[in-house]
Structure formats: structure tokens, C-alpha cells
């Protein structure tokens, strides 16, 4: 079964501190890629990074950074000196290929919510 | 670049209506999607489709009806509104992710049924 939890449903911290929201997944596959994306207030989904399986290096964007470990099953997102501007509904996703379909399974979301 | 065009954007419907949520995309990406997001929840896929003349059922297709006469468009069918149907709609347009493209979601639909 493919699966991705978010076991974190809501997360509050204080601008400036660093956040690790978790993702762990679940797939036979040996070819799978992994997403994260982010749904502010105002409610519109921003497609932040995808991993491939095979690619296990870490990625630092800004003050964002994801750490991919294949043997936890793992792809956790660091928010660095959060700001009031990061408060969204983050998603993990895992992209699977089933047979001749292609599909997004959704972790069910982490609401981050940073406070001045 | 327009990327994903949901219409319209909000509708109140009453219930027993009907009506058709329209998605058009200009990428040419081969996978289209229908998602529902209902309040503080997670995407529910409705319906998707791999390419023109194509599609499938998601987790929720109850209530809903699709096509895919093109690569471009991708419209959501609702029969017989109920207010269960009540949520944001997003549509999705998204390449194979080996290819390195972009994924865009549309901007959704907030549907009410009263």
C-alpha cells in the first residue's frame, strides 16, 4: 500500500524559531518522487520541491532545507528563522505509478502557524 | 503563462442542481486531476485522467462525472447537488515529475450547496 503520513496536525512556534515539519511514507516502488507544498490562507496550493528516489542529497532553499532518508522513509521540511509569512497548511505528497496511471497520494497536512 | 484556469472561482448552488466546473490548462501536460478539499481537511482525488480520452476514478467519484475529450481541458460534472459536495475544487495539471516540469494546481473552486 503507498500512504504518506503527516503525523504533526498543527504546529505553532514563535517567528524567528526553526521548524521541522515530518513526512513518512509508504511504497513498494523502487522509482517514486516526493513533494512538498504549501496552502496559505489564501488557500491557492504552491508547489515548493520534488525528490526523486534516488536522489537522497539534502536540498537547502533560503531558509528552507529537506532532509530525504530512504531508510526511515522519510522527507522532513526545515523551516530556518521562521517568519509570520511561512503560517500555511504544508503537504507531503508521494507521486506513484500505478500500472499505466500516475498519481499524487496526500499526506493529510501540517498547519504551521508562526506568531510574532 | 496561464498554467491552470479554474471556473468559476465561487458558486452557491442549490441542491438538486446541477452544474460543470470547468479546468483548462496550456502546458500540455498529459495528467489532469480533480481534487475536493473540504474545510481544515486534506485533497480527496475525485477523478483523473492520463491523457485525452482517458479517465478514472479517484477515492471520491460519487456524485461527479468527468471528460476528456482534449489535452487541454478537463471539466467536473455535478449531478443532483448535495450539500456533501460542499468544498473547495482544485484541479491539477501535472507532467511526469521525471521530465523536471513544473506541477500546477489551479487557483479552485469554493462551491456551496444550500
Known amino acids: 500500500a503507498q500512504k504518506v503520513t503527516q503525523a504533526q496536525t498543527e504546529i505553532s512556534v514563535v517567528e524567528k524559531e526553526d521548524v521541522t515539519l515530518d513526512c513518512v511514507y509508504e511504497?513498494?516502488?523502487?522509482?517514486?518522487?516526493l513533494f512538498w507544498y504549501k496552502q496559505p490562507p489564501s488557500g491557492e496550493l504552491v508547489f515548493l520541491i520534488r525528490r526523486n528516489s534516488f536522489d537522497e542529497q539534502n536540498e537547502i532553499s533560503g531558509r528552507y532545507s529537506w532532509n530525504f532518508q530512504k531508510s526511515t522513509s522519510s522527507f522532513n521540511f526545515t523551516i530556518t528563522a521562521s517568519q509570520v509569512v511561512d503560517s500555511a497548511v504544508y503537504f507531503c505528497a508521494l507521486w506513484v505509478y500505478a500500472g499505466n496511471n500516475r498519481k499524487l497520494i496526500w499526506g493529510l497536512g501540517t498547519s504551521l502557524a508562526v506568531n510574532p | 503563462n496561464a498554467g491552470v484556469t479554474q471556473t468559476p472561482k465561487f458558486r452557491i448552488l442549490k441542491i438538486g442542481q446541477s452544474m460543470t466546473l470547468q479546468c483548462t490548462q496550456d502546458m500540455n501536460h498529459n495528467y489532469m486531476y480533480w481534487y475536493r478539499q473540504d474545510p481544515g481537511m486534506g485533497l480527496k482525488l475525485i477523478y483523473y485522467?492520463?491523457?485525452?480520452?482517458?479517465?478514472d476514478k479517484g477515492e471520491v467519484p460519487n456524485g461527479y462525472n468527468v471528460s476528456r475529450s482534449t489535452t487541454e481541458d478537463f471539466p467536473l460534472r455535478l449531478e443532483l447537488a448535495a450539500p456533501s459536495q460542499t468544498s473547495v475544487y482544485f484541479c491539477?495539471?501535472?507532467?511526469?515529475?521525471?521530465?523536471?516540469?513544473?506541477?500546477?494546481f489551479g487557483d479552485g473552486t469554493r462551491l456551496s450547496i444550500l
Open positions: 511504497t513498494r516502488d523502487t522509482t517514486y518522487y
Open positions: 485522467s492520463v491523457g485525452a480520452g482517458i479517465t
Open positions: 491539477a495539471a501535472l507532467a511526469d515529475p521525471g521530465f523536471d516540469q513544473p506541477q500546477h
